[in-house]
Nanobody, 115 residues
Framework: QVQLVESGGGLVQAGGSLRLSCAASGSFFSIATMGWYRQAPGNQRELVATITSAGSLSYADSAKGRFTISRDNAKNAVYLQMNSLKPEDTAVYYC?????????WGQGTQVTVSS
């Protein structure tokens, strides 16, 4: 069974920074894509950023220039450095890991940005 454990969420003022971390544990051979989605109240879950095992990156337009995704394959971990945070970034952030044939999700971590 695969588990994803997230950390790093919290309350921050607009313009501030947070770093989210997610580590995968369990029995598996390798992880393909890892990344982050987010869901604000009343909204659908949306892509924030993903990174493949080879290091290819993909960002939502809202994240470009402010957020940086990275991963440590040796630790089965993915990170999201979020700078210049805005109130509209407030959401529950979910980590994902594609471990064939399933996309696994973390439990979510709350990020709240106050104005």
């Amino acid at each position: 069974q695969v588990q994803l454990v997230e950390s790093g969420g919290g309350l921050v003022q607009a313009g501030g920074s947070l770093r989210l971390s997610c580590a995968a544990s369990g029995s598996f051979f390798s992880i393909a894509t890892m990344g982050w989605y987010r869901q604000a109240p009343g909204n659908q879950r949306e892509l924030v950023a993903t990174i493949t095992s080879a290091g290819s990156l993909s960002y939502a337009d809202s994240a470009k220039g402010r957020f940086t995704i990275s991963r440590d394959n040796a630790k089965n971990a993915v990170y999201l450095q979020m700078n210049s945070l805005k109130p509209e970034d407030t959401a529950v952030y979910y980590c994902l890991a594609d471990i064939w044939p399933t996309r696994h999700w973390g439990q979510g971590t709350q990020v709240t940005v106050s104005s």
